[in-house]
């Protein structure tokens, strides 16, 4: 519920300033600057909560690891896996807790283990817990050691936070490389539309040509340099968070930034150069 106020405030500070520009400062290079100001506070709430359920869903990951790793001590001792589970809905996993108490609490209400499991997997809406569950919930048909499939599960979760952490630390200079280019790009084409396109818009045609021809216009120019910027900057971030963190997802807060930052820039420059 808060983040739904939250969202529904952000929407109404940006209507009010939308439409307290468009009052004062109508069909200005102020007002098309102050419009982008108030989408970026009408989205940023957004925004916030998307990277927030982000953050959620990594902490779920990593947090199984421990819950993982726990389970597979108390189950050595000789605890089946069920009352293991309950003897540690109580302790804290943070973000993963309350699916951990869900599933101790179907597991005490008589469902069977693996039904309970797949309702917990799809709860946490993790690729990687889902796929740990699943072996689970297979050695537990199979009437295998759970202790040995637990160990494995653990391990194998342990490897792969550990191959995200150094995908992370291996491509960050990518990442950074990344934006530079990009600010790079936003720097040369507010060169062409401020000094480059003014000064070819003003070239005459010369006497002796016969067809007649009209001075060029610099906003016919500037507008798909626009687009352009705006293109580049979703695409951009798209393949950033594809190289950062492995999916298009991640990618989209990366693009919201460039986006903003493009918006920003572009109708800052307009409205002090213009």
Do not use: C
Request: net charge positive; proline share 2%.
């Amino acid at each position: 519920m808060k983040i739904e106020k939250m969202h529904w405030l952000g929407i109404v500070a940006g209507l009010v300033v939308a439409v307290g520009s468009g009052v004062m400062f109508w069909g200005t290079n102020l007002f098309y600057f102050l419009l982008v100001v108030s989408l970026l506070i009408a989205l940023v709430p957004a925004m916030i909560s998307f990277l927030l359920g982000e953050g959620r869903q990594q902490e779920k990951e990593q947090k199984f690891l421990a819950f993982s790793g726990d389970l597979v001590e108390t189950v050595r001792s000789g605890t089946p896996i069920s009352k293991a589970i309950s003897n540690l809905k109580n302790r804290n996993y943070g973000a993963l807790s309350p699916h951990i108490v869900k599933l101790a609490n179907q597991l005490s209400m008589g469902i069977t283990l693996t039904v309970a499991l797949g309702t917990f997997a799809r709860d946490t809406k993790s690729r990687v817990i889902s796929r740990a569950v699943g072996l689970i919930s297979e050695a537990e048909k199979a009437g295998g050691k759970i202790e040995t499939i637990l160990s494995s599960v653990a391990s194998s979760v342990n490897q792969i936070e550990q191959l995200r952490k150094e995908r992370r630390a291996a491509v960050s200079n990518l990442v950074t490389q990344g934006y530079m280019i990009f600010f790079i790009f936003i720097i040369i084409m507010l060169v062409l539309e401020f000094e480059i396109l003014p000064m070819v818009s003003e070239l005459q045609p010369s006497e002796g040509l016969s067809v007649s021809a009209k001075s060029l216009d610099s906003s016919e120019f500037s507008r798909p340099l626009f687009i352009m910027l705006l293109v580049q900057s979703f695409f951009a971030g798209l393949v950033i968070g594809k190289i950062s963190e492995g999916t298009l997802k991640s990618g989209l807060k990366h693009s919201f930034i460039l986006l903003a930052v493009t918006l920003l820039v572009v109708t800052g420059a307009r409205t002090l150069f213009s």
